[in-house]
């Protein structure tokens, strides 16, 4: 499997798991109360388009990202940086759009959510991750590069 589909992966797995036990389960009796999901049978195909896409795109990006420097601590920083995109589209611009019972409640519980969310999901992607070739770890031969890393975007300022 490429580790671009594991990056993939590494988003869409967790956020999958927490989301249906965070909003279906842990915290339902507070959303419902919330009345910000009204919904009464979501469309759980259409929020895994959602999450699939989202998952492509950090999977995609992050390569940029990391190009200089690869390390767990920055791949949770820049999952951060998505994470807050995102907040910013589903919970503050809902907050704006949508009346909800307690804003004070929705903005603890979606800042929680994504706080955790996303921390998990930098962990994931920067375990997955390989670490940038560097003067230091040049000698690596390329044989032990898996061909399937030729599935991450490739960028011109990055030399081996």
């Given amino acids: 499997m490429s580790r671009f589909i594991l990056m993939v992966l590494a988003y869409l797995v967790p956020t999958m798991i927490l989301g ?21 049978d979501p469309i759980i195909p259409l929020g895994f388009t959602s999450m699939f896409f989202q998952g492509v795109i950090i999977a995609y990006l992050y390569p940029y990202y990391a190009q200089q420097k690869h390390s767990v601590r920055r791949s949770v920083r820049f999952s951060m940086i998505m994470g807050f995109f995102l907040f910013t589209v589903s919970t503050l611009a809902n907050a704006a759009k949508i009346e909800v019972t307690s804003m004070t409640d929705w903005l603890w519980v979606q800042s929680l959510f994504t706080l955790i969310q996303f921390t998990v999901v ?26 399937s890393d030729s599935n991450l975007p490739t960028n011109p300022n990055f030399t081996v």
């Fill in 20 to 40: 249906m036990a965070w909003h279906f389960v842990w915290f339902s009796e507070l959303y419902e109360g919330l009345g910000i999901y009204n919904r009464k």
């Fill in 122 to 147: 930098g962990l994931l992607i920067g375990l997955l991750y390989p670490s940038p070739i560097t003067k230091e770890n040049k000698k690596i031969s390329l044989k032990h590069l898996s061909t």
